[in-house]
């Protein structure tokens, strides 16, 4: 329960920053995907380190290899073991954080639970964990593709700098545009400089990050205890530095009013409106119900009903960072101090943007799936496919 | 999965609205714990309507009975069935709402999922469902009280009015002293106030409701996918009406810089500290490690630190509202009106207050039995009650 | 995970022989089933006690009341909550029990396990608790119905009597026609007298039950470690006294050569064969892919190959007799003896055998689903259900 | 749910046949075990092919590696995945069974499910898979072997020859006497000579492999859907080729009666009692609980017992043989023939010997640990150790 994900799209995820290597397997995947190493690269391409100046400078391909699941170019309903040898692992002397666990980080309480931590990189606590969601995830956006869903996602505050609202055609253009991942391109700038400034200070900076899915059907999720908010809160929450997530208008709709926020249903005849997704209209419609807003953020009583779903998260700043820190010596349980050198995103916004979306379209997956909208062996049999 | 929580300690909760009966279904309690009607009955009857001019009149005693599981006064690890029949489901004629879903509740999305749904006072999806969690929540929060671990709540905010922070004993002896279950005193009336005259307007309102758990030892949650903030969020969101959610600084923490956020360690040697929870002091053990600040809310990497486990929710207005409303007939695909008539509460925060006391509970048992803390099947073999 | 079975057709099931209730929660039910108590009732009435000189002579109705999920006379997608109130729990005095385990009971492993146990009437160890089975397993079995899958049982052997196999047809027919259940009615009376003979001895025997499912269409299962044939083991290995389950051939295989044992497919042309369910045959074929003999039991790979799935259990003799047994005095740590009274199944492969239908039911139905045959959410979207 | 065995100490097993690597990821091992690749690899040696006259010709080292999980020479908590590459994956052509299935095999259930099955050597469906087994087994035995607990196996029958029972002591020593893997040295002859005589036929022959774990304490298991007994027939029952599975007298206690099979208790005053494993006698006991037989395996009510835990499987001729047999085309949906060339087991006794105390050894440990016996997180907090 701790390392896999998702109920019937399961991904396992194993692997340590200084480790032999990373990644995770996918198993659940539907047979007659076509899936190649390039579907994945391309997503770990996005996520990994060295692409600009806001991010560590750890010089690392993360090359993907493929050992398992796949056959004759498809996957074949087995496990799909996907894994990136690390190579940049430099041994480097860490044992100075032995007994000194840094603040903001697993060390402490991985010690709690374990009676010992990975003081290597962060061990498992790395932010490097997340190939393994960006492997699952790069499955899972291939699956989407294919039924028409698409998610997107951009990075809208940074410290105290704030985008506007742009389009979703914008945000998928404006965040390839600039290092940071912002879709409000007047303040892209404004933003980068922020980063450097902290990172000049040997400080970091936190941020938000909208993360939205267009397309999916109404249907979605359960009821109670498996909410389809419920599960996307836990996988946003689970990704690491994340203290807040929201759906919707989130905490901007407790100073509202119910008649604001009620989201009323209206007949949509035209087709064209771009919410609608046709791989999912049943035969013989000629009509969608839609709501004239979406405070909900696209689920009602824990169930998808049609709109785009929209998520948010608070993103901490860093916590490794080259200032001198307090900590604990958990040998000699007395105070003393820290520093710690090297590598550090001065902030992660524009990397985690890459995992929002990965963790995202798992769970969109495990529902589609779990929900009878994808068939869960053969993905050829899904309903949505025959009707094509 | 849909209907039921916990991996270890197990709530399945079943019932709606207007059927004959709503509670739970316990599974995975550790035997020999004392557990009596009246545990259960203390926290449902907090929940209950009725209660004062905030809440809707349904004037319903929701007694419960325990049908299982108990043996001589004291739980014997086998399933623990408690049942609240249900005794106010007059026969309103809520035929109107057959075809015509409400807005800002869950009936549309039902239809598209199950093909139907109960739109006798929102089935199972109304807020009444909630007397499953609290059924869970009493029994966890029992196991709690037993190892020294508490769990406060209390309502911060009502649509723009914010209640200052105030200490943890005065959260909990406020509370009581105003029917908002505000802590912050000088506010509470008008809050109350505002909530009231949305009532008047046919309106509601929403709210942030916080909840914290003081004595957590450290070392409780899992890494990466099995989270302990992951869980929360899920757990927390799950609760109707929650459109986000938070861990320590939540979304405030964004324009902070790590320096300011990275809850510095150091040793604790007056163990009178409130924090520190002496069940949990290993023998020998002279001095505990804290932080200095909390920003983190308990949590590092998926793990409790021993701080207090601090969240947030966003509770949006109750969707129930008696102005008139557009939505659409389903049967008919067209746009038609509606108007909801009835038992409302105006503002759902004082009640959900109880709920997230009981969700939180539920989650913490479940991890103190995952990570060793209790025993999984004889609570007198817990480690901490040996030590006693 | 104790009292949960099924992945997504799931039954949490609760009760003891001697406290308030008995009975299950179905969750996972996909909505617009039709479902009646009578539906329950009927296998519930076929599995009680008292209804020959076979069985204890408990004299108890065990009538069912469905508490939740049901609307307008079908499930409507919520957790079905039936429950049996215990009526004739008389207060008969078990405290000889409390520190004196019975032989071949759970009452000492459940003493070191929970540090206690129920000893009035074998608590939650008790044979009654199938009510919670046979609850489940009603409802599968009415699903089934719908799709044309039709699941026969029957006793083929008590002691050292062994019925003959006979066809399908005189397998359904007759068990109804002797209380034993058999199938063969030339041994059926014998077999009634030796269990009778026993009983006179304040013994009992054991014996053995085939139950088959007939028109699963091949593809259901997963291989490794979700096989169909791994979960039926489960599930009737599960079921108190069994001690042994085979499927197909079973231990008679062990002496047989593979290319006796191969089941060679064959094109079968004639779909009129009683195998072949037409629910299942994909629109344009003629033909179904048979194998002329079935030693595997309708499964390979661990997945269905469309051909009857067989299984067997050993049932051993009850452990409740009326002659006097050596145990041990728990508290006191010494030797002791022990005497039964009261009333005992002096055999209970005649009830158990209800019991198997229910559990194969239950898991079939499970897959069906996993395996994208029944619609997840609405019984009415099911592939199986369009074609018709 | 389907590549995924265990509750908490849970393995994922991925890789085929043909493919680029096997193996597995153990997760929820705890932290702080010694575990080295020689642990693994010295099962996998007792597993792989190549070994004898009996088995398949495949030349093969399977020579495993360690890419995560452990950190300085010690399970650090977090996922382990061992790694098997395979190399003798000779690019023969296997094309002929594109369209054919193999009789006995799961290549028609897999394409009925799929659509598709992996035709080159079996795939998934391979024997080969059991690598992943031995894995996990390999880790849990070492768990084991700390606490005291000891699995011991052999294979009893072959064909019509069965062995004699001899002593525990006598099965551990003669089973590497011999090929076959049987206890009783008199008939190991024999057994080999009969699967020799099969193998020069083209044909296969099946036997009984008996599985028994020694030490386990009482109190392991779970009541009515959880029972340890029924994990144990599920996993055994998973394994390839198996069609039954017994506990304690299994069939054979069928034709008995209750006063012959109801395992009385009795004080054990002797510690040296072969059966008591000291680790878990509590502090001050001087006695132990015994039962004078063990016809029911160790597990009364799903629960151990502390006797020994004996099972029993029936294991099928293998289907791959140099026959030419009948099977059908599927693409043309007609009768064609099949001719099998190449590497074949005659009989996979010998080898499926050392997967069943694998997969035993997983069911142990997984419930030991729920069973607050090993400590989930860091094994040297576990009861047992500490007492040490």
Redesign the interface.
């Known amino acids: 329960?701790?390392?896999?994900?998702g109920?019937?799209f399961?991904i396992?995820?194993?692997?340590?920053s200084h480790?032999?290597?990373?990644?995770a397997?996918v198993?659940?995947c539907p047979?007659?995907l076509k899936l190649s190493v390039e579907d994945i690269q391309k997503e770990l391409d996005l996520r990994r380190p060295g692409t600009s100046n806001l991010t560590s400078p750890r010089d690392e391909k993360d090359n993907v290899?493929?050992?398992?699941?796949i056959?004759n170019g498809?996957t074949?309903?087995?496990?799909?073991?996907a894994?990136v040898y690390n190579k940049d692992n430099r041994s480097k002397d860490y044992s100075e954080f032995k007994n000194k666990?840094r603040?903001?980080?697993?060390?402490?309480?991985?010690k709690?639970?374990?009676?010992?931590?990975?003081y290597n990189g962060g061990?498992?606590?790395s932010g490097r964990?997340t190939i393994?969601h960006v492997i699952g995830g790069a499955i899972a956006l291939k699956i989407l593709e294919e039924f028409g869903i698409k998610i997107i996602s951009h990075v809208t505050?940074i410290?105290?700098i704030k985008g506007k609202a742009v389009s979703f055609d914008s945000i998928e253009k404006n965040v390839l545009k600039n290092s940071v991942g912002a879709s409000d391109l007047s303040v892209a700038k404004e933003m980068e400089e922020l980063i450097l400034k902290?990172k000049k200070?040997g400080?970091?900076?936190?941020?938000?990050v909208e993360t939205i899915a267009i397309g999916v059907?109404?249907?979605?999720?359960?009821?109670?205890?498996?909410?389809l908010?419920?599960?996307?809160?836990?996988?946003?929450?689970?990704i690491?530095s994340v203290?807040?997530?929201?759906?919707?208008?989130?905490?901007?709709?407790?100073?509202?009013?119910?008649?604001?926020?009620?989201?009323?249903?209206?007949?949509e005849d035209d087709l064209e409106n771009e919410y609608v997704n046709h791989k999912f209209i049943e035969n013989n419609e000629k009509?969608a119900?839609l709501?004239?807003t979406n405070?909900?953020?696209g689920?009602?009583?824990?169930?998808?009903?049609?709109m785009p779903i929209v998520t948010k998260i608070?993103?901490?700043?860093?916590?490794?960072?080259s200032?001198v820190?307090?900590?604990?010596d958990?040998e000699k349980?007395?105070?003393t101090k820290i520093e710690i050198k090297g590598r550090h995103d001065p902030c992660i916004c524009p990397r985690v943007r890459i995992v929002t979306k990965s963790v995202l379209a798992m769970i969109l997956v495990d529902h589609l799936i779990?929900?009878?909208f994808i068939?869960?062996?053969?993905i050829?049999?899904s309903k949505a496919m025959e009707e094509c």
């Open positions: 329960m701790t390392n896999t994900m109920n019937i399961k396992t995820s194993f692997g340590s480790g032999k290597a990373l990644g397997i198993d659940g047979a007659n290899e493929i050992l398992s699941g056959f498809k074949d309903g087995t496990p799909i073991l894994i666990p603040p903001g980080h697993g060390d402490y309480t991985w709690s639970k374990y009676g010992n931590y990975d061990g498992r606590g964990v393994g505050q410290g105290d902290f200070q400080d970091s900076v936190g941020g938000v059907p109404p249907g979605i999720g359960n009821p109670v205890f498996g909410k908010d419920g599960d996307i809160a836990k996988g946003l929450m689970n690491g203290k807040g997530v929201e759906i919707g208008y989130g905490f901007d709709i407790v100073n509202k009013r119910a008649s604001e926020t009620n989201d009323e249903f209206y007949i009509k119900i709501t004239n405070t909900s953020g689920i009602l009583g824990g169930i998808s009903n049609g608070a993103v901490k700043p860093t916590p490794s960072i200032k820190q307090n900590t604990v958990l349980m007395e105070n779990s929900s009878g068939h869960p062996n053969n050829k049999k």
